[in-house]
């Protein structure tokens, strides 16, 4: 794992973006995994600005979501293809079929389940996956319990969970209790994985993913088994890490061949 920590979560979101730009610049064609909630929009807006202004393109570039709510009309502002929508696709030159979620509407989940795994085989695997973590330490929705290995499969989201995405639906009662995540086996396979994580209510899932056991009560630690993990940081989501002076001090002293920026 290499944990960057940088000064807030804008300059982190900025890189981030940078890592994303830099692939896409070495691979046209490169194929993204993405992630919704809260923590990924700053990151989404820069990529957007570089499009804008920069000239980065995302013409040649196929997208996997991590996850969506069972049961919710793609149309609902809620859902994550209404998310993703908004905030990154309808501002990107994304060849029209270009971008994938999961079918929450889907008739027969597990065949629909199977079929997003093939999709993903078929696109050459996942380049590189953006991830966020929550409180509980969920990656996508792999709830803690899940299987280290799981692929896409329905899950059912923890009460924790519920309450904190109830700010999105209003209620706590509104929030579909299903979802379609890709398993932690899936997100595993991708070549590199960005995780990007902010503010000290997430300082603990940060903590046990980063230092704790790999163990299955906190999915986000089968990340240290990851060859190409970064885990991007504001200070005060690494302020339970008992190692942060030496993840500041090895980013500090980093040969410049190997920065991001
Ligand atoms: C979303 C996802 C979730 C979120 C996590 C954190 O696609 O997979 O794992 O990354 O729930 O959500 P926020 O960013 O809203 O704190």
Redesign the pocket.
Known sequence: MEVIIKSDKAEASKLGAKIIARLIRENAKAVLGL??????LPLYRELVRMHREEGLSFKDITTF???EYVGLDPANPCS?YSEMHKNLFCHLDLAKGASHLPDGMAKDIPTSCAAYEAAIKAAGGVDLQL????HDG????NEPGSSLASRTRLKTLSQK?IK??SRFFGSEAKVPRHVM?MGLGTIMEAKQCVLLAFGKD?AEAVRDMVEGPVSASCPGSVLQFHEQAIILLDHEAAGKLTRKQYYLDVYASKPAWQLWE
């Not at 969920?138 to 929705?141: S, T």
Request: hydrophobic letters at 40%; glycine letters at 14%.
């Open positions: 992630a919704t909630g809260s923590t990924p979501n991590l996850d994550f991830l966020g973590i929550g969920h990656l996508a929705f969970t904190a995405n995540t997430k």
